[in-house]
């Protein structure tokens, strides 16, 4: 079942975009198989080679496999939405983002962007390797940065799932069905412009 589930949530292949692209999309119901660290550091390092303003790389993650204590303060600070179907997946990821440059300690209005950027990454290169990725916006911040003592220079950003893809009939309602429905995307007419609200043409 999980892998007709990928083949429904594969993106558009006559769009000619990479098919690892393609294949990327965001499951919430994860395998009870462990994530070894040799892929565990090839995801992290594919999120140390994004691009950032200034090479800043102003990320930071922190990562809980299930079990230890990393892993239970993450999940402590989602939102209940999303405690529900994230404690099926292995691997939890907090990212924070660097609020100043650090060769002159001018506030940096990117931090963020960059950290989403590095994620991409990170979530790319789990799809390569086979797993799949969950991103959440879903989370207390205030709580997370209670659980981790993260200093007030640094932005909290968003949460991440990392593992194995899963049944989707190992989940309650509404997640099973919304694990089952079909990937849409805006047209291109929507968000990319030549001038506000004009669509460019391509």
Do not use: C
Not at 178 to 183: G, L, N, S
């Amino acid at each position: 079942m999980a892998q007709d589930l990928d083949s429904l949530k594969h993106g558009p292949k006559e769009t000619g975009v990479e098919e690892l692209i393609l294949k990327r999309w965001s499951p919430r119901s994860y395998a009870d198989k462990p994530v070894s660290s040799e892929d565990l550091t090839k995801v992290f390092t594919a999120a140390a080679w994004a691009a950032s303003s200034y090479n800043e790389q102003p990320w930071r993650f922190i990562v809980g496999k299930k079990g230890d204590e990393t892993y239970a303060k993450i999940l402590d600070a989602l939102i209940e939405f999303n405690q529900t179907w994230a404690k099926t997946a292995p691997v939890l990821i907090l990212s924070v983002a660097k609020k100043t440059f650090t060769q002159n300690g001018q506030p940096n209005a990117y931090g963020l962007h960059d950290t989403g950027a590095a994620s991409a990454n990170l979530s790319l290169q789990a799809t390569a390797l086979g797993m799949h990725t969950h991103g959440m916006g879903g989370v207390d911040k205030d709580k997370a940065r209670a659980n981790f003592a993260i200093p007030d220079e640094y932005e909290v950003g968003a949460a991440w799932a990392l593992g194995y893809l899963g049944e989707p009939t190992a989940l309650p309602e509404p997640y099973a069905g919304m694990e089952v429905a079909p990937r849409t995307r805006k047209p291109l007419q929507e968000i990319v412009f030549s001038a506000w609200e004009k669509p460019a043409t391509l």
